[in-house]
Structure formats: C-alpha cells, structure tokens
C-alpha cells in the first residue's frame, strides 16, 4: 500500500535528519531517487506517461536538491558535519580503518579464520572505537567465515530485491 510506503519512507527522513549521520542521510536521497526512478520509468510501459513521468522525477529530484541545500543552510551543524569531511577524513575513519586491517592481519591464523568475538575491535584498537566500517568489523569479529556469510547475505539481498522488481 502506498500510504504505508510514503509514511515510513517519511519516517525514515526524519530519523536520518535528526540523528545528523552524513552516510544515512546521502543513503536514504540515494535510495529514493533510484526507487522512483524505477517505479516511475523504468516499470511504466506507456510512453507517454512514462515522459511525464520523467520531467516529474526531474522536477522532484531538482527541488528535493533545493530543500537538502536550504535545510543545510538554515542547521548549520549538520552542514558542518559535511564540510568537515575532507578535514576530518570523515571523523578520523580511514585512521581506524588502517589499525583495523592492522589488528586482523596482526592476528593468528584461528583468529582470523573465526574471528575474535562480539565488539572486539573497540577493546583491541588502541583508539577504542569500533571499525566504522561493517565489513572491517564482521572480519575482526567473525573472521574470514563470518565475512563471507555477510558477504553471502548481501548478493542474496541484491538478488531478492532485483526478484521483486521484475515481478
């Protein structure tokens, strides 16, 4: 049903909005530009709607773009948070990224087969943050077997939702 659609995908933009997290919030704008852009042309078989269709989606994608600038312009913490980016290397990310790949590669071979347990990159790194990265986290916690299966949870995610889309 649409309603439900609309107002979860209304519920989604607030928690993104007010949680202030760059990531979520460029993936959310992502996610629903390419769902219209599907569900609008891409699966409309008439022509002529389906042109319609596309200066709408261009006209939508033009003012959602004109609000995201106003809404950054009037909070000017979160636009902060996206003009510290280049600064900051997204809060120190791709530091704690390196000492991650550190501590796995530093590991014995058992560890890295099957992983150190729930959360231990925050107790092993020396910065004591979490990998910020989920892959990176999954391989420290899980090891290499534990990668995989997410590695395999997500090409079956990506098949299911292209499933859904040519039903």
Same mark, same amino acid.
């Given at each position: ?15 993104? #909005?007010?949680?202030?997290?760059? %990531?979520?919030?460029? %993936?959310?704008? #992502? =996610? ?12 409309? +078989? ?43 290397? %997204? =809060? ?19 560890? +890295? ?6 959360? +231990?990159?925050?107790?092993? =790194? ?24 997410? #590695?395999?949870?997500?090409?079956? #995610?990506?098949? +299911? =939702? ?6």
């Amino acid at each position: 049903k649409k309603y439900i659609k609309h107002l979860c995908f209304g519920i989604a933009v607030f928690v993104m #909005l007010s949680s202030f997290k760059r %990531g979520g919030l460029l %993936g959310l704008l #992502l =996610s629903a530009v390419i769902y219209y852009y599907i569900d609008l042309i891409l699966l409309n +078989q008439d022509r002529k709607a389906r042109t319609k269709y596309y200066f709408f989606f261009l006209i939508v994608v033009v003012i959602s773009f004109m609000g995201v600038m106003y809404f950054l312009s009037e909070n000017p913490f979160l636009a902060d948070r996206f003009k510290g980016i280049s600064e900051t290397g %997204g =809060s120190h990310r791709t530091e704690i990224w390196i000492m991650t790949w550190e501590l796995f590669s530093e590991s014995d071979i058992f560890s +890295q087969l099957f992983g150190h347990g729930y959360n +231990q990159v925050v107790k092993h =790194s020396k910065l004591g943050f979490s990998a910020h990265n989920d892959f990176l986290e999954i391989l420290y916690d899980y090891g290499l077997i534990g990668a995989f299966l997410f #590695l395999c949870l997500i090409i079956n #995610l990506v098949k +299911q =939702s292209v499933k859904m889309i040519q039903e």
